[in-house]
T-cell receptor, first 116, second 116 residues
């Protein structure tokens, strides 16, 4: 079974440009979350989507946006890139919403973004 | 305000010995805890989890202990192997009722080096 897949794996962008990162969740998973990880830090929450609806947003500027498609795949968009946006962007999928004991999220390999 | 803390940035252990990684949290609403292992240039891999209704969960060489009164959890790896050398992140989650989904907070990670 395929895990969480992300594309592209590596990319280099210039300040001020726009980037789109893509993610396909594990088959059957309806929730996708995006995280940013910089060196020396743990993953920082950016967005969560469940059933195509935004369910949570972290403390990131409006330059960051995302969406989830009917097949549960997702895109993360970042506009007007800054040098500080250079990071590993992780997509995670999980079964989704609703309260139940234990809800594990599974990460993809990540997209390494370098802004020059 | 860091709700999940891993106070040891690094740890070195001899092969065959026990590795103990620690994690502290501040929010008593967290009810599910996870450990992830991360190799360089890869996404975090889920390792083991524990619900707040338990105080111990074991999976092969990996055991997670939870002390709710101390708001502390630990990951024990016995015996440690060179392939265990990686960065380990703990994460804590709670259910956000108005979102209908879980929120995850990650620690900053502990780099484990197992010496052959």
């Amino acid at each position: 079974d395929a895990g969480v897949t992300q594309s592209p794996t590596h990319l280099i962008k210039t300040r001020g440009q726009h980037v789109t990162l893509r993610c396909s969740p594990i088959s059957g998973h309806k929730s996708v979350s995006w995280y940013q990880q910089v060196l020396g830090q743990g993953p920082q929450f950016i967005f969560q989507y469940y059933e195509k609806e935004e369910r949570g947003r972290g403390n990131f500027p409006d330059r960051f946006s995302a969406r989830q498609f009917p097949n549960y795949s997702s895109e993360l968009n970042v506009n007007a890139l800054l040098l500080g946006d250079s990071a590993l962007y992780l997509c995670a999928s999980s079964g989704g919403g609703g309260r139940r004991t234990g809800n594990t999220i599974y990460f993809g390999e990540g997209s390494w973004l370098t802004v020059v | 305000d860091q709700q999940v803390k891993q106070n040891s940035p690094s740890l070195s252990v001899q092969e065959g010995r026990i590795s103990i990684l620690n994690c502290d949290y501040t929010n008593s609403m967290f009810d599910y805890f996870l450990w992830y292992k991360k190799y360089p240039a890869e996404g975090p891999t889920f390792l083991i989890s524990i619900s707040s209704i338990k105080d111990k969960n074991e999976d092969g060489r990996f055991t997670v202990f939870l002390n709710k009164s101390a708001k502390h959890l630990s990951l024990h790896i016995v015996p440690s192997q060179p392939g265990d050398s990686a960065v380990y992140f703990c994460a804590a989650s709670d259910f956000i009722r108005n979102r209908g989904t879980y929120k995850y907070i990650f620690g900053t990670g502990t780099r484990l080096k197992v010496l052959a």
